[in-house]
Every structure is written in structure tokens, then in C-alpha cells.
């Protein structure tokens, strides 16, 4: 999966038109163009294709906090670097902080589509990087967050639509980190973020 299918997926799963999603950029400061954002819906094959970079899907997920949680006063969503990369880590972690999912709800949304993982699993996912439980997330988990949200807020969508096959895409990201980068950066919270609603998990 590159960003661009994650940005797809979750827009339809919550229903988010152009306007809806415009607006959700400019709660994180991002002042999305229509035909920008619409280079970003189309399909590799499709003419006009525009890769989305880390930090669009960041800013996304980062207004969409926003937009479930309310503004935090005086914290600011950051701008991932060209160098920062947004991990599946991230991906789940800035989901389930905007839905406000426990471990439970997570594991179940999973369920309606199919894919059993087990709480130890999913909580490593949420470790910090040099954690020595930490483990890293794969597309698949992604994918079937994606797809369990879909059947869980648009259930007649859902029945209509029949899952893609996935073809691996030639933008599609690796779990290595690039030469002479720190894997325990990426993605990685700061200090000074800490205290955001960006860096932390709601433990109830």
C-alpha cells in the first residue's frame, strides 16, 4: 500500500467528500488545492497520478485529531521533515488517537474484516521504537483496519464492494531505514511533542 491507498480508503470509510477533506487539512494548517487533492485520488495507472508524501498523509491524520478531538491550545501539528518518514506504526497510532479506539475496539474492527490479531501484538505495535517488545506494522494490519472501519460505518457500502487485489506498487515502502538515517527517529514523537495529543495513546 502506498499513502495514497490509505488516503482513499479511510476518506471512504468515513464518508469524507472533497470538502469535508479539504477542511480536515486546514485544521492542520495545510492549505490543500482541489486539483492537487485530486492528483492524489487517482490510481498509479491513472493519468495525472500524483505520489502522496509523508507529510500530506501526516497532516491528514494530524487534522483529523484535530477534527475528532478538538484543538489542543497552543500545540501545533508537526511537520514532518523531506528526511521523516510516516510509518504503519504512525498510520495506526494517529487513527486510533482521532477515533478514540481502545485496544478492544481496534482488535474488533479488525474482526469484521477477518483478521485476527492478538492484544500482545497490538500493543507492541505502539511501543516505542527501541523497545525491545516493539514490533513493526505490516501493510496487511492497515489494510484491514481500513476495511473493518468501511464495514463498521459504511456496512452497505461494504456489501457492495468487493475487496481489490493488491498489487504491489512500485512506491510501496520498506521497513528498511535509508542510509545513514536513524531508524528510531522515524516517525518518532520529540520531547516537546510529548505532551500532545499527537504523542500519546488515551490509556482509558
Request: charged letters at 30%; one cysteine or more; hydrophobic letters at 35%.
Amino acid at each position: 500500500m502506498n499513502h495514497n491507498d490509505i488516503l482513499r480508503r479511510l476518506r471512504f470509510a468515513l464518508s469524507l467528500d472533497d470538502i469535508a477533506t479539504i477542511a480536515i487539512f486546514k485544521l492542520a494548517n495545510y492549505e490543500m488545492e482541489k486539483d492537487y487533492l485530486s492528483m492524489l485520488m487517482k490510481k498509479e495507472e491513472e493519468p495525472g497520478f500524483m505520489l502522496c508524501r509523508d507529510k500530506i498523509l501526516s497532516l491528514f491524520l494530524d487534522g483529523l485529531i484535530i477534527q475528532k478531538r478538538g484543538k489542543q491550545e497552543g500545540v501545533e501539528p508537526v511537520v514532518l521533515k523531506g528526511s521523516e518518514r510516516l510509518s504503519n506504526n504512525d498510520i495506526l497510532r494517529k487513527i486510533r488517537i482521532a477515533m478514540s479506539y481502545r485496544d478492544e475496539d481496534m482488535l474488533t474492527i479488525l474482526k469484521l474484516a477477518n483478521f485476527r490479531l492478538s492484544k500482545g501484538e497490538l500493543s507492541a505495535m505502539f511501543r516505542k521504537p527501541d523497545h525491545r517488545n516493539y514490533k513493526e506494522s505490516g501493510d496487511q494490519v492497515v489494510r484491514y483496519l481500513l476495511k473493518g472501519m468501511t464495514i463498521k460505518y459504511r456496512p452497505d457500502a461494504a456489501k457492495t464492494s468487493t475487496t481489490p487485489v493488491v498489487k504491489k506498487s512500485k512506491y510501496q515502502k520498506t521497513n528498511k531505514p535509508r542510509q545513514g538515517a536513524n531508524p528510531t527517529n522515524k516517525g518518532k514523537i520529540t520531547p516537546e511533542e510529548n505532551n500532545s495529543v499527537w504523542g500519546k495513546v488515551d490509556p482509558k
